[in-house]
């Protein structure tokens, strides 16, 4: 089964980190690291929060909606920040798209 | 595996930087982020390439799986967040699933580093469910003449593509870790098409790194420069090539640079990892040299307290211990003079400066050496075994 390749981050996209990229809270650095095949990455607080609300359910827009009251931010700037962030993730191999689920 | 993990320094404007292994400076050493656990030095193949020690520990001496998994919560507890089981070959310990279980449970990421040979599909499912986050396939060749020969083990090669194969079914991610030298560089274009074949996710193009067997072999496996351009050439066109779709890691040999490699990023600075019988180790090779005493977990200190303290660690770290030309050099932050374990092997004492290094006086007789042995048609093999090698049949004489 060939996993997902070059995605291409969308408002539609419903993105979610896969199984080999594991999001986690360093207790000795006391630092968020997204942990990967001999790579650890360091997202910064806006990555963070929107890495954790990403789920593989909610879209790109969704999570965007949500930034957006929560900073009472204008939800486009939001947006495309969203997805340039995403689509840097996606281009390092770090991100994947909820699968659709074939009855 | 390469240990030559990126060190991107973090880029404030980046919001996804790469975390250095450690955030060291020159005078402090954080606990490295990721562990190579070399849990045994058995293995069925017999690579005359193989980064073990040419002593290689026997099975009575190994740790026991309590023993690794007191190790493992030391380890998470210290800060590490990584760790390879790696080997010789690591599921050839009957424990590994018990292992890769527990790291999983104490919050460890972990990676295998395999040669595939011995997994059956339903091992592998069952590390799956233990946790495991990647694999890591060694090949030899891409196809079954080559492989199966550099591996001195008949079938080899099939069954590596048949354990890739249930990796990518079962979900993990792969990585295909190729290992390159003269005998087989003319390959590497179908190597990179079948790691993409295979649906892997990173590719490794490791050149031999000479030392230990690969020493012993040197004549059997040096490229020739123009090989090696060729090689960075091939590499750099598939790296933009296939963007997004596959990561090739690159390693190159040193012999035909001009500056040494900055060899496990400095001497203790990020990077350790634990021998079959538990020794704490700045690097696979650095129980070559000789008059170091390396501590074991069997000792009465911690882990942390070896890594930071013991005199093994201490004797090459930073820049201090360094003779003339690295001394004085500006460099000497920059690459830490090199691999001691290559100075050690080449010139006798790890404090001398990697031959590698342009500045060294002895690199241009290594380099031209290198070169000869490239030229040359020495292509038999000193395999690797418990036995100190044995030579190849046939294939000159």
New interface residues.
């Given amino acids: 089964?060939?996993?997902p390749?070059?995605?291409s981050v969308s408002e539609a996209s419903r993105p979610v980190l896969?199984?080999?990229a594991?999001l986690?809270y360093?207790?000795?650095?006391k630092?968020w690291?997204?942990?990967a095949?001999?790579?650890?990455?360091?997202?910064?607080e806006?990555?963070v929060e929107v890495l954790q609300l990403c789920d593989g359910k909610r879209s790109v827009g969704d999570v965007s909606d949500l930034l957006a009251e929560k900073y009472a931010a204008p939800r486009e700037a939001i947006l495309a920040d969203v997805i340039v962030?995403l689509q840097?993730?996606?281009?390092?191999?770090f991100l994947t798209e909820a699968r659709e689920k074939t009855p | 595996m390469s240990d030559v993990l990126p060190t991107i320094p973090p880029d404030a404007s980046d919001s996804l930087a790469v975390l250095e292994k450690s955030r060291s400076t020159a005078e402090t050493f954080g606990i490295p982020l990721a562990v190579l656990l070399e849990i045994t030095h058995r293995c069925p193949l017999q690579c005359p390439y193989c980064s073990n020690p040419v002593e290689l520990d026997r099975s009575g001496k190994e740790l026991t799986t309590d023993e690794w998994k007191k190790v493992l919560s030391e380890l998470a507890e210290i800060g590490v967040l990584q760790v390879h089981f790696s080997g010789g070959e690591p599921t050839a310990r009957k424990d590994l699933v018990e292992l890769v279980k527990h790291a999983s449970d104490v919050g460890l990421y972990t990676n295998l580093i395999t040669s595939a040979v011995l997994l059956t599909r339903e091992r592998l499912s069952a590390l799956a469910d233990a946790g495991l986050c990647h694999v890591q396939i060694s090949f030899q060749g891409v196809e079954e003449g080559l492989s199966d020969r550099v591996a001195g083990y008949k079938g080899a090669h099939h069954k590596k593509i048949e354990v890739a194969k249930w990796t990518r079914e079962l979900d993990l991610p792969l990585t295909v870790n190729a290992v390159m030298h003269r005998q087989n560089l003319h390959q590497l274009p179908d190597i990179i098409q079948m790691s993409i074949d295979l649906d892997a996710d990173r590719l490794e193009v490791a050149n031999v790194q000479y030392y230990g067997w690969a020493l012993k072999n040197r004549a059997a496996l040096m490229p020739t420069v123009e090989q090696l351009d060729e090689c960075t050439r091939i590499v750099e066109e598939a790296r933009e090539r296939l963007k997004g779709t596959l990561a090739i890691d690159y390693v190159v040999p040193d012999y035909y640079a001009l500056r040494p490699k900055k060899c496990m990023g400095g001497w203790g600075r990020q990077f350790f990892n634990i021998s079959p019988a538990g020794k704490v180790l700045p690097c696979h090779a650095a129980e070559s040299i000789t008059g170091l005493d390396f501590e074991s977990v069997r000792s009465n200190h911690s882990i942390a307290w070896i890594w930071q303290n013991s005199d093994a660690f201490n004797r090459y770290r930073g820049t201090g211990w360094m003779k003339e030309p690295c001394k004085s050099c500006e460099f000497r932050e920059i690459d830490f003079g090199g691999c001691r374990c290559q100075a050690f092997a080449l010139t006798g004492d790890a404090a001398n400066t990697d031959p590698a290094c342009a500045l060294s006086p002895l690199h241009e007789t290594i380099f031209k050496q290198a070169e000869r042995e490239a030229e040359g048609e020495t292509n038999r093999f000193l395999y690797r075994n418990f036995a100190g090698g044995t030579l190849e049949s046939g294939n000159d004489a």
């Fill in positions: 089964m060939a996993g390749r070059n995605i896969p199984r080999h594991r986690k360093d207790e000795t650095r630092v690291v997204i942990l095949p001999e790579r650890v990455l360091a997202p910064d806006i990555a962030m840097d993730l996606a281009d390092k191999g």
